[in-house]
């Protein structure tokens, strides 16, 4: 029989490339708890971005990571665990146990439980629920806790897995279909993984309905003898109905991750096009990237690793699609050969390409989305520039711009402060010649 | 003329990201150990423009105060180390200089609202504890009699009586299975614990002071 240290050094290692944010989770105050505040709760999600622990890698690492189990029906090429000669399992007390104590040592901040599929993925599922319940109704513990869902998994185990946990993600691995099939054959592309995106965000979006829809028809003394009553139910089906502690809805959304490179011909821009889809058709919270690392006994052993750079460009494309709102169509334009992204960053790329066009920007006249494209100006710092600029502020002198936030290092290229833009060795170049074009200074 | 030109300045905005204001300064400078009532007259004759810019050498001096009371807050919240008895007392040990103690304790208490917490400061000496009610006591006796004479009056709890086996080796284990050799990164590691870290009591001989073997210094 194996040592819990056993399965937690070979289980840990099988899951150390999955990928997940520290305690990534939105759920505050703000929206009404059915069940209310027991003082038997153990944990909080509030300080997120607490780390408590770091790798030598220097990754952060906050959340208690292994497979519940690595015995796995499927076969994918790249996949650790394919190589892993000692097939271990979890049992549900013993992951609890286990969690709880690193959770009392302070060295972790929550739960990530991922798998492999232990016979058929609702069976695996069902296991992993269940060492979810106990942390919560066993130990009462509340705080973060990122399923990752199996492909295949029935809807019902779907609906159960979001009334426990913060977040939701279910592994894509690859942009499409064809690509999938080259390192996972077995795995279905429509039917196992799409499919399950778009029950999650519908089972949440109904989620969200009915319990909005009982919170606002119930009166105030009304629902604190409700809120009472669910307490008593709790430990029966009562949970089922709305989310475990009774908040309306799954806070932190569902995300995905890629692995980068090792599907063959597979471009940054195929993998861009899923996210976007992911943002607009299954409101995906984010994606997450992991780079292709050939491991030794596995039938991928002898293909070249993806740089890590790349993974780094793919995560600011990432952000520039979901936090500055660019379009699939604006990105497309940087894109190189073979439709991978240029070396460097994609934001100076864009501006390059837009300044061009559009002359430098004036932050007392540009707007907001103008403002938004230069780099060294983030949401933030254009939201300031607008708010500053309502209050009757001229921007005259750089130190303005870097009081509001303004990274001028980046930023300075694309400006026009006072009327004036940074001097470069283009200036001197063109001294002769005034009437050189904008677009060459830039 | 001098005040028309404070008026324009835009670090005046709400919501700038730095520095403090004045009742951030007054609320949390009084907990560092040097303070003296006279800073806060001090500060009150000076613009918050800057104070918050770090304007003259005094306003650098007020910044860097207000720091090492936030970053010693956060630190002893990240990397102290804890542990819990069958009776629901928590309890560890930290280093602090400043007065922070209370905001470290109320923490810990709302992960763990119906436990009593005992954190030991090395620097004073004196044991901080917070009730289940959220009051907050200095005694003035080391770590292991507080616990004891806390947990004597209070029943064993099943589901901390669970959990009653050491967590040392398991942490340690786990820590080890999570690194990947490939994306090896020494200076974004060293970036990330920086060295007053390790001078933290829970930190001391823990496996994140260590990269495969060595200890962080010698990179340093």
């Known amino acids: 029989m194996p040592s819990v240290l056993e399965k937690i050094r070979v289980l840990g290692e099988n899951s150390k490339y999955d990928i997940c944010a520290s305690t990534a989770s939105s759920r505050t105050d703000k929206y009404p708890k059915l069940f209310g505040d027991s003082k038997n709760w153990i944990g909080t999600t509030a300080s997120a971005g607490i780390c408590h622990s770091y790798t030598p890698d220097g990754r952060c690492m906050s959340l208690f990571k292994t497979l519940y189990t690595n015995k796995c029906i499927y076969n994918c090429k790249y996949c650790f665990s394919h190589n892993c000669k000692k097939k271990l399992s979890f049992t549900p007390e013993e992951y609890a146990r286990t969690f709880m104590k690193l959770y009392s040592m302070n060295v972790v901040e929550g739960v990530f439980i991922s798998s492999g599929v232990c016979g058929s993925a609702d069976d695996t599922t069902e296991e992993m629920l269940e060492a979810i319940k106990l942390l919560r109704f066993k130990y009462n513990f509340q705080g973060y806790v990122h399923f990752k869902c199996l492909p295949g998994v029935s809807q019902y185990l779907l609906k159960e897995a979001i009334s426990l946990s913060d977040r939701i993600s279910i592994n894509t691995e690859a942009s499409t279909k064809d690509y999938l099939a080259e390192i996972a054959e077995q795995k279905d592309f429509k039917n196992d993984i799409i499919m399950r995106q778009r029950w999650l965000k519908e089972i949440r979006i109904k989620h969200n309905d009915e319990t909005l829809k009982v919170i606002k028809d119930l009166k105030q003394d009304a629902q604190l003898k409700y809120q009472e009553k669910m307490i008593k139910d709790r430990r029966n089906n009562g949970y089922k109905k709305f989310r475990w502690d009774g908040a309306p809805i799954l806070n932190s959304g569902q995300t995905t991750q890629f692995v980068v490179g090792a599907a063959e011909n597979e471009s940054d821009y195929d993998l861009l096009k899923r996210i976007d889809w992911g943002y607009k058709e299954v409101d995906l919270r984010r994606a997450y990237f992991s780079s292709f690392i050939p491991i030794e006994g596995t039938p991928l052993a002898c293909k070249q690793a993806a740089p890590l750079a790349r993974e780094h460009r793919l995560y600011q494309s990432d952000w520039l699609l979901r936090i500055y709102h660019y379009k699939l169509k604006d990105l497309k334009e940087i894109l190189i050969e073979d439709d991978n992204l240029p070396i460097g960053d994609p934001k100076i790329h864009l501006a390059r390409l837009y300044f061009k066009d559009h002359g430098l920007v004036d932050p007392n006249q540009a707007s907001y989305s103008d403002l938004l494209r230069v780099p060294g100006i983030g949401p933030i710092s254009a939201k300031r520039i607008i708010n500053l600029r309502s209050k009757k502020f001229k921007f005259r002198r750089r130190q303005d711009l870097k009081s509001v936030g303004v990274v001028l290092k980046r930023a300075e290229p694309y400006l026009l402060i006072n009327g004036k833009n940074q001097t470069t060795l283009q200036n001197f170049i063109y001294q002769d010649n005034n009437s050189a074009p904008q677009e060459e200074m830039i | 003329m001098k005040n028309s030109t404070i008026k324009k300045d835009p670090l005046e905005i709400i919501g700038r ?125 080391p770590l292991k009699s507080v616990v004891e004479k806390v947990s004597k009056n209070r029943p064993v709890i099943p589901y901390f009586d669970d959990i009653q086996f050491s967590g040392k080796e398991i942490f340690e284990t786990l820590y080890k299975s999570q690194f990947i050799s490939e994306r090896e990164n020494k200076s974004y590691f060293k970036r990330m614990i920086p060295d007053k870290c390790f001078e933290l009591p829970g930190m001391r001989h823990g496996v994140e002071k260590r990269f495969r073997n060595k200890r962080i210094n010698e990179f340093l």
Not at chain 2, 23 to 51: A, M, T
Request: glycine share 4%; aromatic share 10%; proline share 4%.
């Open chain 2, 17 to 141: 990201a730095k520095g403090h204001s004045y009742r951030e300064i007054i609320d949390k400078l009084p907990r560092h150990c040097k303070f003296s009532p006279y800073l806060i007259d001090q500060v009150k004759n000076i613009p918050e423009v800057i104070l918050r810019n770090s304007g003259t050498p005094f306003a650098k001096k007020i910044n860097r105060m207000m720091r090492e009371v936030t970053t010693e807050a956060y630190r002893a919240k990240q990397f102290t180390r804890t542990e819990i008895n069958n009776r629901g007392v928590l309890f560890g040990v930290v280093l602090l200089k400043h007065k922070v103690l209370d905001s470290v304790l109320n923490y810990f208490h709302e992960r763990w609202p119906q436990c009593i917490i005992c954190l030991y400061n090395e620097y004073s000496c004196k044991t901080g504890v917070i009730n289940e009610k959220g009051t907050i006591q200095e005694i003035d006796a």
